[in-house]
């Protein structure tokens, strides 16, 4: 039995909101696609599986909402976060991921996102989430709200090693820990191995790991946590 659609309703005369979604796995996508059109308030307006195809949709039509993906083809989805803040600061960007939110939410809403949500929610919170941003709030869960909180209040403290690591460190690790060559990174982040290589002794100095063999184990096994 299809699900039925969650209110708010919408007359027929209301405009509907415009969702571009973002994702590389194209039956992902066509699930969401699925999900949104349900909805008498919402749309999807289009699709996009990377960074490259996603800003040139946004040359053309401008969405009340882009929700995306963080493991994306190419440009990483932080980085892209931050390229659409810098290009269209009117943009409202809402992370759906299997990435653990606790490692993920703060960095996306730094970048400029305004929210972020587990794959593994069920379809009303991710309707409910993309309502939120669309309102002009926040939609994270409310144990991350209360460590963001913390954080704006500085009475936080970094309880994963992982914390410590820069954006880019942690885009290095996520694909060393789902065995990405060093060489294949360099390619696939746009930068060179030199630079790769740095980041990975960063990493290692900050996770207090004696080579690089344990770095890939120790981010074999983060990665395997996540799936």
Not at 3 to 22: C, E, N
Not at 64 to 85: A, E, N
Not at 165 to 187: K, M, T
Not at 195 to 212: M, Q
């Amino acid at each position: 039995m299809p699900r039925k659609s969650s209110q708010p309703s919408s007359s027929s005369t209301d405009p509907k909101k415009t969702v571009l979604i973002v994702d590389d796995h194209p039956v992902f996508r066509a699930g969401l696609s699925g999900l949104v059109n349900l909805e008498p308030d919402l749309s999807v307006c289009g699709e996009a599986q990377d960074g490259a195809a996603t800003l040139a949709f946004l040359e053309k039509r401008m969405p009340d909402v882009v929700l995306m993906d963080m493991s994306l083809l190419g440009k990483s989805g932080l980085d892209l976060i931050k390229d659409l803040r810098a290009i269209y600061p009117s943009v409202k960007v809402l992370v759906i991921s299997m990435h653990d939110e606790r490692l993920y939410a703060e960095r996306v809403i730094r970048s400029g996102g305004r929210g972020y949500i587990m794959k593994q929610e069920g379809p009303e919170k991710v309707i409910a989430a993309i309502r939120k941003v669309l309102s002009g709030g926040i939609a994270v869960s409310e144990q991350t709200a209360s460590h963001l909180l913390d954080v704006m209040a500085g009475t936080h403290a970094i309880h994963s090693s992982l914390a410590a690591l820069s954006d880019r460190e942690l885009d290095v690790y996520r694909l060393l820990g789902s065995g990405v060559e060093p060489h294949e990174i360099a390619r696939k982040l746009h930068l060179s191995i030199k630079t790769v290589d740095t980041h990975r002794l960063n990493i290692r100095r900050k996770l207090g790991l004696r080579n690089a063999t344990e770095l890939v184990h120790h981010a074999t096994r983060w990665a395997a946590g996540q799936a």
